[in-house]
């Protein structure tokens, strides 16, 4: 397992080879990478905030749940903080595992995981400056009844 929370950028392609470079076993290996919306142009940067230990833990239980669930033989989260612009990447999830219903299913996991229960904080910023911290969604809610 190798989980990664950083304000740097990241480069997802090089990100996806050296996992798969490091998993040659796997008979599948999935990857999601997220990026920033620009809502139309109207959005220049995310900003998140998280606490670092709480959201390690966090997000480290939910890999050990996938892991365990769904047989694994790798797995890897990339999570930014700070400010990122509109385009850039925020999140990489990347699973191996013997096949690829596990790889996919375990990537989805994850992701649902991350939208709602990782402690990170988020904000919108405009042009005209922050907004409001975003609420959390029921649709991001209700995308972990599946997992129960």
Known sequence: MMLRLQSEPF??????????????????VVSFTGHVRDEGGRLVALEIEHYPGMARRAIEAQMTAARARWGLSGVQVIHRFGTIPAGGPIVMVATAAPHRAAAFEAAEFLMDHLKSRAPFWKREITADGPGPWVEARATDEGALDRWR
């Open 11 to 28: 480069a997802p392609g090089a990100a996806l080879d050296a996992f798969v470079t490091a998993h040659p076993g796997a008979g599948a």
